[in-house]
DNA sequence: ACGCGATAATTAGTGTACTAACTATCTGGT
DNA sequence: ACCAGATAGTTAGTACACTAATTATCGCGT
């Protein structure tokens, strides 16, 4: 039922990098043992969060609009926003509100102020599969961490923020025009 | 250039993860936190990656077939055996291979001990092209971890370990049955 | 020797995200 | 006052990975 594998699966070992370092002196061994693990963690836990919110008739993307909407009760957002933010392209949030809408989760309005403009707000009957979507949810989140105590759950986010400023610094990814303030 | 984004761009701050957690218990901030930060980090990655490769017009999936073919000089690998490895399915693999071998990076030969069979290996033309993008792709990992020192790859690789082992131990995934020693 | 169940590869059809191009609307400079 | 350029949302077409069903082959038990 989990839709996608992201990466590999076979991983190789250790000597099998440190094998290949030989022939490619650019080879770091602790850097693509490092990335590798990384990913392919990363790759089991979305794959077991997939699964669970396909039981919720609830992809990655239809899961992350909703939540968007759902930490912005009061204002309300545009199609832009909520692309912007979920990290998808405005085309592709038209089709993730498309789906929702058609299925009366959320609703789109349009703004008086800017014609160009819609406003896109969950119904009652979003709010309620979110409701039953959402324990479940967070247990799953908790489950797939059990391993880690939170002193080791601090250390890990400590890496990663590390480990992610780097990463990020490059794509050079700007905000988006339509990405003001209204912080949550 | 990178063709997808897996998860969240505007990640929640923790003030809003603990206002959700007064209204669903289930919470454990830390966990989320952790979880939404892993799979943000490793996205990014992930889009670095795949931006690079499909500049030499390789996606993570043929990519992927290429290392594992590369990897396992010896022994030519059948279709079965590299969807396995790479963690596609194999209808999936029948796609990655028709393309790489229109394009000659690899070749499909019959196996006349079993004539349900097919090994792949790769051509001359593939290992050139392999040649080529590996001294960049590694450079691109070593760029992308450098904001960790060794010691704090190693410790993020322990951490890495133990939390995939919890998170890996729930989707039940049988090895799959042409899946046999011949370990790289 | 034969046939059933398992396995390998493929094909057909679906879902999702992408880019590029399009329409409608807004805004700021002359 | 007006128009060029920017912005919002959509549509059309592509890419890739999935599931399910199809075809061919293999191998074991009787």
Redesign the pocket.
């Known amino acids: ?5 992201y990466t590999l699966r076979d991983i190789p070992k250790y000597a099998t990098i440190r094998a290949c370092a030989a022939r490619y002196p650019e080879i770091d061994p602790a850097s693509s043992a490092a990335c590798v693990l990384l990913l392919r963690v990363a790759s089991d836990i979305l794959a077991a969060i997939d699964d669970y919110l396909s039981s919720h008739n609830f ?4 899961w992350t609009v909703m939540m968007l909407l759902y930490r912005a009760p009061g204002t309300p957002l ?4 909520l ?1 912007d933010r979920a ?13 929702l809408e058609r299925e009366h989760l959320v609703a ?1 309005e349009p703004v008086p ?7 896109v707000r969950l119904t009652d009957k979003g709010r309620q599969a979110l409701d039953e979507a959402m324990p479940g949810y967070f247990r799953l989140i908790r489950r797939l961490t059990a391993g880690l105590n939170t002193e080791e759950k601090e250390g890990l986010m400590e890496l990663l923020t590390k480990l992610g400023a780097t990463a990020m610094a490059e794509p050079e990814k700007e905000p ?3 990405m003001e303030a209204a912080k949550t």
Not at 78 to 81: I, K, L, T, Y
Not at 87 to 96: K, P, Q
Not at 113 to 119: I, N, P, S, V, Y
Request: hydrophobic content about 30%; overall charge positive; aromatic content about 0%.
């Open positions: 039922m989990a839709k996608q594998m992809s990655q993307g239809r545009n199609p832009c926003d692309a990290g998808v392209t405005r085309a592709t949030m038209t089709g993730l509100l498309d789906g789109r102020a800017d014609r160009r403009m819609l406003e988006g025009p339509c």
